[in-house]
């Protein structure tokens, strides 16, 4: 049987880059952190199990053991997890509204790559991969998906690629694809028109959504967490994968920390 400690993220034992003593960043009526522990992190894959299987009809496939009401993979043991929390009472914390998980480059030599890897064919990436940070299992509350928390799950991402010398910052966006897959081949169709990465970034999915045979003429407007990845000079590397489990179309997005504009520059200063 794992004792406490065992189950404490990976990365938070053992890793060089940890963010967890970064003061608390406070945004209006939201506070942003590391998890510290075990706890903290199971906080994350509650919010996680609410808006991916209870909200968007995910198939989850967790490891033998993962508590029920969890969205647990086995990535989850290496990364930092990020914590956005509503205002509490009296003191206490309030509840993870908001969280990100980020794979450091050496976490990722001791998990046997990015979670990206599983999706996409990354061979164009190989030279940045030593100062790549990898961010994945994004998701806001429905109640708090106006723009605070992701403009502070941002703040605190750029500060701490900033911290640890990190180049870029690569994350595969989830759309949903509940109308067949229309949405998700109208926004890729637009966002390539203005964003689209240069040849020597571009990567290809392994199971591309087959957008030629899906609409790509929608008037769409992006998800608010992909309007974040813009909103900080993400570019987007190639056509969407399909994932049937999460029944979504991933888009492989890549932020160059020279990119970054002046006001994130300057929050992870």
């Known amino acids: 049987m794992n004792t406490s400690n065992d189950l ?19 945004t209006a009526a939201l506070s942003v952190s590391w998890a510290r522990d075990e706890t903290e992190v199971r906080e994350a894959q509650a919010l996680r199990y609410q808006v991916f299987a209870v909200e968007m ?7 033998k053991g993962a508590p ?3 969205d647990v993979d086995l990535f989850d ?6 914590l956005v929390r509503a205002g509490g ?14 794979l450091t480059p050496a976490a990722a030599k001791r998990a046997g790559g990015l979670y990206s890897d599983t999706e996409f064919d990354l061979t164009r990436l190989r030279a940045l991969r030593p100062r790549l940070v990898e961010i994945g299992r994004s998701c806001v509350h429905a109640d708090h998906r106006s723009g605070g ?17 990190m180049d870029a910052i690569i994350g595969c966006a989830s759309v949903s694809m509940r109308d067949g897959g229309h949405f998700a081949a109208s926004l890729w169709k637009q966002i390539a028109a203005t964003h689209l990465a240069p040849i020597d970034c571009q990567v290809r999915p392994r199971l591309p959504l087959p957008v030629e045979h899906l609409r790509q003429d929608l008037a769409v407007e992006p998800p608010a967490l992909i309007r974040g990845y813009l909103r900080c000079g993400a570019k987007l590397m190639g056509e969407p994968a399909w994932d049937p489990d999460f029944n ?6 890549l932020v160059r920390t020279a990119d970054l504009p002046a006001r994130f520059r300057r929050t992870a200063a």
Request: glycine content about 10%; proline content about 12%; overall charge neutral.
């Open 248 to 253: 979504s179309a991933d888009l492989p997005l």
């Open 77 to 82: 043991a290496y990364c930092e997890h990020l």
């Open 8 to 26: 404490l993220p990976h990365a938070l034992q053992h890793a060089p880059l940890i963010a967890r003593v970064t003061p608390p960043l406070l």
């Open 57 to 63: 009809g995910a198939r989850l496939s967790p490891p």
């Open 149 to 165: 928390a992701i403009l502070a799950l941002w703040g605190a991402l750029t500060e701490f690629v900033s911290r640890n010398g």
């Open 89 to 102: 009472m009296a003191g206490e914390p309030g509840p993870v509204v908001g969280t990100y998980r980020v």
């Open 68 to 70: 029920a009401g969890l």
